[in-house]
């Protein structure tokens, strides 16, 4: 289909025909009236003057407003069959007496007639009955309402199928108000139900799909459930003949007759395997509270000072003797947390520091006051945190290229950022300029 078919058509600008008319009368009017007047006065300056005005000035305005006019038209109907290719709702133009004079692309495709075969006829001698029904229809509510909107229809395509519909139509008026006839719009009702049935369907798996996300979730927490009450016993299970081989081995220990050095060196290494079993059993219980969410603070306002003392008189009894310098101001405040865990994570840190710290060197261990909090540092001199993101050694179970041949399961670190974390502070490491590590956390100052 051509842009100027389309354009006329639609019933949109055309080439005025008044240009050449109003240039001819023109020319008329001077040859009958200006020419006489001038040959019976007989003055050939205003013959020359009038010739002027007219092939002067009014020519080439007529010819510019001529071009403005034609150069909209062609706009326009560049426009329009733009319209006529991106639309997916089928356009047909109906002259007064009901004959088709524009038939769209989207016509074509929707109800199969081309636009040769469909052009001059009307929608009864094209569509049958239902045709001639919608044309009446159509027509008596334009000239009730002049707007037709949302009309359902049942039409029948060239292959004999029903097409259900929506139409609205809308009137074409020529330059002067005229009635022209009248543009439809037709839209395949199809075409939404298929859409909405795509959205049920996508609903309905969206559905299934949370109802089985939900079922796998109430899996996984029964699951996680067995598993915490499956760490919990056998933890507890362990500990209670930990403590009668702990028991008996002190007394053998000390009922010994003879305290032979064969005898003085496997009595040491039980009691260091003892001490490794029960701290294992102990992090392992106390992972499994914290990810089953059985982690319970009992907080109060509590002395740094004294949880540091507890916590290094607590590594000494189970450790060789290692120097352990405090470094606290005597003027403190007291901390808004539960005793029992941040001891918990002092004995953590200072059992991390003391397998990477050389023997005979000291373990310093300060606090100190910041705004609304209290900063706790432990600094070693170990070999110092790896090349890696220092976040990344507060993970479970992750073990540094360093942690090789010491002891250990990658679970205090862990322990200590969750218990950290539920007191509302902060834990990090970072290398020390003079080397080794420092790792440190922070604490709510009791109001």
């Not at 990344?392 to 992750?398: L, S």
Request: positive net charge.
């Amino acid at each position: 289909m051509s842009h100027s078919s389309a354009s006329s058509a639609w019933g949109s600008y055309s080439i005025p025909w008044a240009l050449p008319l109003a240039i001819g009368a023109i020319g008329v009017l001077y040859q009958i009236i200006v020419g006489v007047l001038v040959e019976e006065s007989g003055s050939g300056r205003i013959e020359h003057a009038v010739d002027m005005i007219l092939f002067g000035v009014v020519s080439p305005a007529l010819t510019y407003w001529g071009w403005t006019v034609v150069a909209r038209a062609r706009q326009a109907e560049r426009l329009l069959a733009a319209i006529d290719v991106a639309s997916p709702d089928a356009f047909i133009r109906l002259d007064p007496e009901g004959r088709i004079g524009f038939w769209s692309r989207q016509a074509k495709v929707l109800l199969g007639y081309s636009a040769r075969q469909a052009n001059g006829r009307t929608l009864g001698e094209l569509l049958g009955p239902q045709g001639e029904a919608v044309w009446l229809r159509l027509r008596d509510m334009m000239r009730a309402s002049g707007l037709v909107r949302g009309q359902q229809a049942l039409f029948h395509t060239r292959s004999g199928l029903e097409a259900p519909v929506e139409l609205c139509a809308s009137p074409v008026r020529d330059g002067v108000g005229r009635s022209g006839g009248m543009l439809v719009v037709v839209r395949a009702v199809r075409r939404r139900g298929e859409r909405k049935e795509t959205i049920d369907d996508l609903r309905q798996r969206l559905t299934e799909n949370v109802q089985q996300l939900a079922r796998a979730n109430a899996e996984r927490e029964r699951a996680e459930s067995m598993r915490y009450e499956l760490v919990s016993f056998a933890s507890h299970e362990i500990r209670g003949p930990l403590g009668h081989i702990r028991a008996a081995t002190e007394l053998m220990y000390s009922g010994c007759r003879e305290n032979s050095p064969t005898c003085q060196r496997m009595f040491g290494l039980i009691n260091r395997q003892l001490r490794h079993v029960d701290e294992l059993v102990r992090s392992v219980l106390s992972a499994a509270n914290i990810e089953a969410g059985k982690l319970v603070l009992h907080r109060e306002p509590m002395s740094v000072m004294a949880a540091m003392q507890e916590a290094v008189q607590a590594m000494k009894a189970v450790r060789e003797c290692r120097p352990v310098r405090l470094a606290v101001s005597a003027d403190l405040p007291p901390a808004d947390a539960d005793r029992e865990q941040v001891v918990a994570v002092l004995r953590n840190l200072l059992g991390n520091a003391d397998k990477y710290t050389p023997p005979g060197t000291e373990i310093v261990l300060a606090a100190e006051e910041s705004t609304g909090f209290l900063t706790v540092r432990v600094r070693d001199h170990g070999p110092g945190l790896p090349h890696v993101s220092p976040e990344r050694i507060f993970d479970k179970c992750y073990r540094g290229p360093a942690a090789r041949g010491v002891e250990g399961y990658g679970l205090g670190l862990y322990i200590c950022r969750q218990a950290v974390a539920a007191h509302g502070g902060q834990i990090w490491a970072e290398n020390h300029p003079r080397g080794g590590a420092v790792f440190s956390f922070t604490l709510p100052i009791a109001q």
